[in-house]
């Protein structure tokens, strides 16, 4: 499953942020919302997307768990696109 994430925006700092944005699966595209957390115990990512998402994606015929999991993962090791005018360097605590 090939998975690509495109960040629309975040909000907060590097300690912690709410990141909007979309992800494409098979020429599908979905929202997500995610809460990323830095420094204390490192770096983690929590994904969520809406009932109605999940439930397309099932239709779909994809498990939503390994779905958020792969967002997640994605998300985590900079896999992605940004906006026009957001850096990584703007959100990333070297």
């Known amino acids: ?14 300690m912690a942020a709410k990141i909007t944005g979309k992800f494409t699966i098979d020429d599908h595209e979905f929202r ?6 830095g420094r204390i115990g490192g770096q983690n990512i929590g994904a969520k997307l809406s009932q109605t998402t999940e439930k397309e994606l099932k239709k779909l015929g994809y498990d939503v768990d390994e779905v958020i999991l ?3 993962r994605n998300l985590l090791q ?6 026009e005018g957001l850096t990584k360097e703007s959100f990333v605590d070297d």
Request: proline share 3%.
């Open 1 to 14: 499953m090939e998975l690509k994430v495109h960040i629309n925006n975040i909000h907060g700092s590097q």
């Open 32 to 37: 997500f919302t995610a809460i990323a957390f």
């Open 70 to 72: 792969l967002l997640q």
């Open 78 to 83: 900079g896999d992605l696109t940004l906006p």
